[in-house]
Structures are given as structure tokens and as C-alpha cells.
């Protein structure tokens, strides 16, 4: 059975979210990550472009490949831009 999400937001930009927002981008998803705070979010997506361009000059993706997955990874900036998502994946930071 195959249940495929093709849009797929991720709140939360820490190391769980970008994992996360990393895999649902390279299994075909449009992925839309979100966090309170801005700045997580392009230091998420700059770690995740780093992973697959380290990738790329290691020979195991081909830049095809690397700019399909980064296409795929968008920033949101307000919670209202994740409406037309069909999976959404909370991984804030719990604070008890």
C-alpha cells in the first residue's frame, strides 16, 4: 500500500523538522516548513540544501536530482500558508 502526500507541512525548523521536511522532499512531496521564528526556518532549509549538495560532489545524486529536491522545499511564513497541505507533521520542542 503507497499513500503518497503531495503537499506536506512541517512545523518546527529544528533538526527533527528539517529531517523530516528532508525526507517528504525527496520522496516527491511539496514540502512547506514553519517555525515561529524566521530565521530557523532558511537555517533548516540551508542545512538541508547542504546535505544534498555534499551529496551531489560525493557523487551519490546528480544535480538534476538535487535541484528536484530543492524545488520542493518552501518556507512558510504564517500558518495560514499551510491550508492546502494534506499531511501535517508537528516537531516543535516540548517543554516540560
Same mark, same amino acid.
Given at each position: 500500500?503507497?499513500? #503518497?502526500?503531495? =503537499? %506536506?507541512?512541517?512545523?518546527?525548523?529544528? !533538526?527533527?523538522?528539517?529531517?523530516? *521536511?528532508?525526507? $517528504?522532499?525527496? #520522496?516527491?512531496? =511539496? %514540502?512547506?516548513?514553519?517555525?515561529?521564528? !524566521?530565521?530557523?526556518?532558511?537555517? *533548516?532549509?540551508? $542545512?538541508?540544501?547542504?546535505?544534498?549538495?555534499?551529496?551531489?560532489?560525493?557523487?551519490?545524486?546528480?544535480?538534476?536530482?538535487?535541484?528536484?529536491?530543492?524545488?520542493?522545499?518552501?518556507?512558510?511564513?504564517?500558518?495560514?500558508?499551510?491550508?492546502?497541505?494534506?499531511?501535517?507533521?508537528?516537531?516543535?520542542?516540548?517543554?516540560?
Amino acid at each position: 500500500m503507497t499513500i #503518497a502526500f503531495t =503537499q %506536506v507541512a512541517v512545523i518546527g525548523a529544528g !533538526a527533527m523538522g528539517r529531517g523530516i *521536511a528532508q525526507i $517528504a522532499a525527496q #520522496a516527491g512531496s =511539496q %514540502v512547506w516548513l514553519y517555525d515561529t521564528q !524566521a530565521e530557523a526556518i532558511q537555517k *533548516a532549509k540551508d $542545512a538541508v540544501h547542504q546535505v544534498w549538495d555534499t551529496l551531489a560532489s560525493k557523487g551519490r545524486l546528480d544535480a538534476d536530482t538535487v535541484n528536484a529536491y530543492k524545488s520542493r522545499l518552501h518556507g512558510a511564513s504564517a500558518l495560514s500558508d499551510l491550508k492546502t497541505c494534506e499531511l501535517v507533521v508537528e516537531a516543535i520542542v516540548e517543554r516540560l
